[in-house]
């Protein structure tokens, strides 16, 4: 059986000030946010509690930071506002559960996911779609490695996109969240869980996305349009991966990410190709060659060139490649990676393409090496 859901409902605002004319931040209110978005277009705004997310470290989300966070709210708060990139928003919607610590028990289950307060997430990246999404995604220090918890509870109640707090977005930010919903489409797409209803949206974000970066490698500007169209597209990715999953680039991706601390995104699109040329060798016939087809006729070449010439594409609009010895891994953690990534990411290994087994995972570890 294959079911289909979108839970938020999704609002459009042009400006921030729209946003609080709406929403009016008060004293009920537990805001979730960094100070350059606060300080730029909330600064009037008055907020039960307010907690800036770099006071509590850098990149991306860890449990460390939630149980801090959790210490420092000093009232009860029947509201969440999150309002930032993917860490503000994945962190974001824990606080809005009955019980959010201790985080490891969460994850591990052994408390339930129940839903209290009311969450608004308001996305300044366009990447993660985590507005849309019923997934939070933390890096656990101890276990060295990220995971994925993935439950109705965590949906928002409305994702509000505001394209306004995404001016002046730095290029670099702009390059990471928007190859990982490149990732999110194009995983969805493959992934067994896919519905022709989920495919949609796959395919509708990855047009968007690449012809976007078509037009960066024209010369084209971050303009509030383009700004505009990426966000809309990082959202169909993330309708449609809350639906099908993530698999095999996000499970390999983790460790990396939590060992080197590479920006999610970057970590994914390190691991991305060596992952989907496995997935043409071993079967090639299937759904990847209906997407290649769709890849070929948006970048205009061949398809059997369409995953070289994206490659070509990706390096050349929006992010350098690095090997992964650039970042500082060893041979040795090939086969560590590998093994975690087996033993740690089977929600996300199960909608792989196909079966990847752990000598198949190290060997594209090692290939990219
Ligand atoms: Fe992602």
């Given at each position: 059986?294959?079911?289909?859901?979108?839970?938020?409902?999704?609002?459009?605002?042009?400006?921030?000030?729209?946003?609080?004319?709406?929403?009016?931040?008060?004293?009920?209110?537990?805001?979730?946010?960094?100070?350059?978005?606060?300080?730029?277009f909330f600064?009037?705004?008055?907020?039960?509690?307010?907690?800036?997310?770099?006071?509590y470290?850098?990149?991306?989300?860890?449990?460390?930071?939630?149980?801090?966070?959790?210490?420092?709210?000093?009232?009860?708060?029947?509201?969440?506002?999150?309002?930032?990139?993917g860490?503000?928003?994945?962190?974001?919607?824990?606080?809005?559960?009955?019980?959010?610590?201790?985080?490891?028990?969460?994850?591990?289950?052994?408390?339930?996911?129940?839903?209290?307060?009311?969450?608004?997430?308001?996305?300044?990246?366009?990447?993660?779609?985590?507005?849309?999404?019923?997934?939070?995604?933390?890096?656990?220090?101890?276990?060295?490695?990220?995971f994925?918890?993935?439950?109705?509870?965590?949906?928002?109640?409305?994702?509000?996109?505001?394209?306004?707090?995404?001016?002046?977005?730095?290029?670099?930010?702009?390059?990471?969240?928007?190859?990982?919903?490149?990732?999110?489409?194009?995983?969805?797409?493959?992934?067994?869980?896919?519905?022709?209803?989920?495919?949609?949206?796959?395919?509708?974000?990855?047009?968007?996305?690449?012809?976007?970066?078509?037009?960066?490698?024209?010369?084209?500007?971050?303009?509030?349009?383009?700004?505009?169209?990426?966000?809309?597209?990082?959202?169909?990715?993330?309708?449609?991966?809350s639906?099908?999953?993530?698999?095999?680039?996000?499970?390999?991706?983790?460790?990396?990410?939590?060992?080197?601390?590479?920006?999610?995104?970057?970590?994914n699109?390190?691991v991305?190709?060596?992952?989907?040329?496995?997935y043409?060798?071993?079967?090639?016939?299937?759904?990847?060659?209906?997407?290649?087809?769709i890849?070929?006729?948006?970048?205009?070449?061949?398809?059997?060139?369409?995953?070289?010439?994206?490659?070509?594409?990706?390096?050349?609009?929006?992010?350098?490649?690095?090997?992964?010895?650039?970042?500082?891994?060893?041979?040795?953690?090939?086969?560590?990676?590998?093994?975690?990534?087996?033993?740690?990411?089977?929600?996300?290994?199960?909608?792989?393409?196909?079966?990847?087994?752990?000598e198949?995972?190290?060997?594209?570890?090692?290939?990219?090496?």
């Open positions: 059986m294959k079911t289909f859901k979108i839970a938020p409902s999704v609002v459009s605002l042009d400006t921030a000030e729209d946003f609080c004319e709406r929403y009016c931040i008060n004293e009920n209110d537990l805001v979730i946010t960094n100070d350059f978005t606060w300080n730029k600064k009037n705004q008055r907020a039960g509690n307010l907690i800036f997310i770099q006071n470290g850098i990149g991306e989300p860890n449990d460390e930071m939630v149980e801090r966070i959790f210490r420092d709210i000093k009232s009860e708060y029947t509201r969440v506002i999150a309002i930032g990139g860490t503000v928003l994945d962190v974001a919607k824990l606080f809005a559960l009955r019980q959010t610590s201790p985080v490891t028990d969460l994850f591990d289950k052994n408390i339930s996911a129940i839903k209290e307060k009311r969450l608004i997430l308001v996305p300044t990246t366009c990447g993660t779609g985590s507005e849309i999404t019923n997934i939070s995604i933390l890096e656990f220090k101890k276990r060295h490695t990220k994925g918890l993935a439950d109705d509870a965590l949906y928002a109640d409305e994702a509000v996109l505001v394209p306004e707090l995404m001016d002046g977005i730095p290029f670099s930010v702009f390059a990471v969240s928007s190859v990982d919903a490149l990732i999110h489409a194009f995983e969805s797409y493959l992934s067994p869980k896919a519905s022709v209803f989920s495919q949609t949206f796959s395919i509708q974000a990855a047009k968007m996305i690449l012809s976007g970066y078509k037009k960066i490698e024209n010369g084209a500007e971050l303009s509030p349009e383009l700004l505009k169209s990426f966000l809309v597209a990082s959202d169909f990715a993330g309708i449609a991966f639906n099908a999953g993530c698999a095999a680039v996000h499970a390999m991706s983790y460790p990396l990410g939590a060992e080197f601390h590479i920006p999610h995104g970057e970590a699109y390190t991305f190709s060596g992952v989907f040329k496995t043409m060798k071993r079967e090639p016939n299937g759904a990847i060659s209906l997407l290649c087809g890849i070929s006729k948006i970048l205009g070449c061949d398809g059997a060139e369409a995953l070289d010439e994206l490659d070509r594409l990706l390096d050349s609009a929006v992010l350098k490649k690095k090997r992964l010895g650039e970042y500082g891994m060893t041979r040795e953690q090939i086969t560590k990676f590998a093994a975690s990534v087996t033993e740690n990411q089977k929600r996300l290994l199960s909608n792989s393409y196909v079966p990847l087994t752990t198949q995972i190290a060997e594209i570890y090692a290939e990219l090496y």
